[in-house]
């Protein structure tokens, strides 16, 4: 009885054996424990990366439903003591909320499809349309992409000036409707690397069958583009959205016109001015406004309420532009 | 070869092809058209007339603005004299053109071990690239500024202890880590943000060239047994690196326009007696990045990247 348990263990040690010396299985092995590693390496190291990623939102979002008297209870971390929206409120005060959202919506919405349709046009004409002298041209669109808004500034805002353009929101719209938009640069080079990917059968094939050179580019070519006008349209609604430069020097956000970056500004720069001028004082009381975390707090939060409407888009198009970098290739 | 197969289709209309390549210019021309007025009017004459004005003293008056000219001055101005209350434009400059070089390979190399991670299949993938893409979208300034909620409440903060909860520093010198690393770990950890926010677009740049690659070569490397690092170095990093140029060009004007550096430009556009200085100011950064960029072109040149090799 003992010897045949012997032998049995004795037999299996010998398949086992048998089956990790062969030259196969070693490497099967191998390879998979390697794949298993990378994953777990993976996992942890996206994990972590978007955990850093998501964190201040998060913290912003628990700021923002606490009640304003808990401040600086050392309780509340996270789940707030007292669930509230007053810091809400007061923000939206400081900031003329509504009013400002539908400007900033209003002028990033625009001077997006304005943006779109003068790159789009020119990355076609630099890709598919090329004569000579087009890298010429195209070399001052990398000049463009260079330069920095500063260098230009001064002399950009006497040009307005002589025009009577400034303190209007059309300045705005002018720029990005003329390809000098918010890194209008980038959005030529990204269009035209997109359009030079594109098949040549496409346009030999439409240009045999008669069609004219426009279009060529409205009914094949564009609706072949919609990954890169996705990701161009992302791009330059969300700069716009941003934008605190362009709108500072050309003095759009205006008593009349608020834009959601100026109020924001201006309102974390003298928050407690801010609270007093609009108003947001007499929603609570002087304990609370006193204390100069509650300040940092509704800095904090009117953050949070300008780039919210952004984050909700985002999720809409989020989809889109994910699969517009997998179909198309940007960088052609 | 196009030109012999349109010939041949359509042998009455000889002379269509010059038609459609005269009418493929004239379309690029009104293609282009609202770009080179735009170019022209919001580009070149602002560019001549501010590299005008860096030779000039401006005094704005309310006739209209009276320029002296004064030759490099503000140039010597901004180098030598030019100081804020705690810095001053030289030292900055030397800072962040030195952070640039630093900073870019670290940030292209991130961002392209973060783009390969991405492009991998995994569970939750789609999840994943939309949260990498969120700093783009969240990355203003306005809301730094808010976050830093004004200098002056984050100086109260600091007088009185409050507002850090839990304080790294502290804790790893108490475990009785050599002081240079944990300043380094410190370090890391306060830019990891920083650095995922300036990496978005590189990855986004990086993902899609990696789409481009043909697939067939990945294919092939898997039946002759290729390791995935193997892969990594002979298959992606090649196809990709005729980006890697776009996307340090975007990664150095990035990080020169959200530097310190242009920050003090724009204070002293604000200082209406300054105009001169900073417009120079503005030509010295200009011509900075120019510099590194050639000298970067230079160093692609001898080290052969960039080149695509299937291409000859």
Known sequence: ?332 | MAELEQKTIRPHKGKSLTGYKRQKMIWAIIFLAPWIIGFLMFFMIPFIRSLYFSFYTLEPTPDGIISTYNGFQNYVYAFNQHVTSNSSFRVELINTTLDALINIPVLLIFSLFIAVMLNMKFKGRALVRAIFFIPVILNSAAVSTALGGGDAIAQLLEEQGIGQIFNLEFYLIQTGMMPWLISFIVGLIDRIYTILSLAGVPILLFLASIQTVPKHLYEAAKIEGATGYETFWLITLPNVSPHIITVTVFALVDTFLTSSVSRIISDELGNSNRWGESAAMAWIYVSTIILILLLLVVIAKVFKIGGSHYED
């Not at chain 1, 609604?237 to 605190?244: E, G, L, M």
């Open chain 1, 1 to 332: 009885m003992k010897t045949k348990i012997v032998k049995f263990v004795k037999s299996l040690y010998q398949n086992i054996h048998d089956y990790f010396k062969q030259p196969k299985t070693k490497l099967v092995w191998k390879r998979k424990s390697s794949d298993i590693m990378l994953k777990i390496i993976r996992t942890i190291l996206l994990f972590g990366l978007c955990f850093v990623i998501l964190f201040p939102t998060i913290q912003q979002i628990s700021m923002a439903l606490r009640a304003p008297e808990d401040v600086n209870n050392p309780a509340v971390i996270w789940i707030p003591e007292t669930w509230s929206l007053m810091n809400i409120k007061i923000s939206m005060v400081v900031l003329d909320y509504w009013r400002a959202l539908l400007n900033t919506f209003k002028l990033s919405f625009i001077s997006m499809s304005l943006q779109i349709i003068s790159t789009a046009l020119a990355g076609y004409a630099f890709s598919r349309l090329r004569f000579k002298g087009s890298n010429i041209l195209f070399l001052g669109v990398m000049i463009t992409i260079i330069t920095p808004p500063q260098a230009l500034s001064l002399a950009q805002y006497l040009y307005f000036r002589d025009i009577g353009l400034i303190g209007k929101e059309i300045s705005i719209y002018l720029m990005s409707g003329l390809g000098m938009g918010i890194r209008s640069g980038i959005f030529i080079y990204i269009f035209r690397q997109f359009f030079r990917g594109l098949p040549k059968e496409l346009e030999e094939s439409a240009q045999l069958d008669g069609a004219s050179v426009f279009r060529t580019f409205w009914n094949i070519m564009l609706p072949n583009a919609r990954g890169a006008l996705v990701t161009v349209g992302l791009f330059a609604f969300v700069w716009q959205w941003n934008d605190a430069y362009y709108v500072a020097i050309f003095d759009v956000s205006t008593e009349m016109f608020p834009l959601l970056t100026m109020q924001l500004i201006n309102a974390a720069e003298g928050m407690y001015q801010a609270l007093f001028y609009t108003g947001g004082l007499e929603l609570i009381g002087q304990n609370v406004w006193e204390n100069p975390l509650f300040l940092a707090l509704i800095s904090n939060v009117s953050a949070l309420l300008m780039m919210l409407p952004l984050l909700i888009m985002y999720l809409f198009v989020q989809k889109q532009f994910v699969e517009s970098i997998e179909r198309t290739g940007i960088v052609g």
